[in-house]
């Protein structure tokens, strides 16, 4: 089955302690993308990558860090997590345009 | 940055009845989609509509493009309870593939 699936789906954990949200594809996308929704601001992408070891910086990447080793995983790391992190994050990947999200993982940072 | 704005924010209707949603966007466009998202789910892509493309069907919904107008809408049929979520529209005015989101219309079904 095609599908996009991000770990953890629910994570409370402190300002300062370093967390990874994994996210893997199992379709060869190409295009691997992240996402935060927030009430009121809708989806806003934090990086994405058009291939292996290519990643970019979307609208607000500060906070971030991605990496691309593989096709298939694309995993989103928080350094240092702050309050202002808590979020629900989506991971997507596209062949064609059309996305594909995982279900999403809900992230608070006390 | 948010370019597409969805009307109405909410909208509630009886199931059976169509339910239209709208989105407007700013800079020209090569495609538009439309998503739903079901509370606290990922999204899932329902239809694309291409800039050169005034009208597209996909079961029961049907999604118009006024490129002039800088808008579309997504008309959902014979809704059901099942059709309850949120619907956001997506643009591709930087590139295919960072979408520029709307904030959505919380679509609410009625039995």
């Known amino acids: 089955e095609a599908q996009v699936t991000q770990n953890p789906r629910y994570l409370i954990t402190v300002t300062g302690k370093k967390l990874t949200v994994t996210c893997s594809q199992n379709?060869?996308?190409?295009?691997m993308s992240w996402y935060r929704q927030d009430p009121g601001l809708g989806l806003r992408q934090i990086y994405y990558s058009m291939n292996v070891e290519v990643t970019d910086k979307g609208d607000v990447p500060e906070g971030y860090k991605v990496s691309r080793k593989e096709k298939r995983n694309f995993p989103l790391i928080l350094e240092s997590p702050s309050p202002n992190q808590t979020s629900l994050y989506f991971c997507?990947?596209?062949?064609?345009?059309?996305?594909?999200f995982g279900e999403g993982s809900r992230l608070t940072v006390l | 940055s948010q370019q597409g704005e969805e009307d109405p924010q909410a909208l509630s209707i009886q199931e059976g009845e169509n339910a239209t949603m709208n989105c407007s966007y700013k800079t020209s466009i090569n495609n538009l989609q439309w998503y739903r998202q079901n509370s606290g789910r990922g999204l899932v892509h329902l239809i694309l509509?291409?800039?050169n493309e005034r009208e597209k069907h996909s079961g029961r919904l049907r999604v118009t493009l006024d490129t002039s107008k800088k808008s579309s809408s997504l008309l959902i049929t014979a809704s059901r309870a099942a059709d309850t979520a949120s619907y956001f529209c997506a643009t591709d005015a930087n590139s295919n593939y960072q979408l520029i989101w709307g904030a959505g219309t919380k679509l609410i079904i009625k039995p």
């Open positions: 509509i291409r800039s």
């Open positions: 997507a990947s596209s062949g064609t345009g059309e996305l594909f």
């Open positions: 379709m060869n996308h190409e295009y």
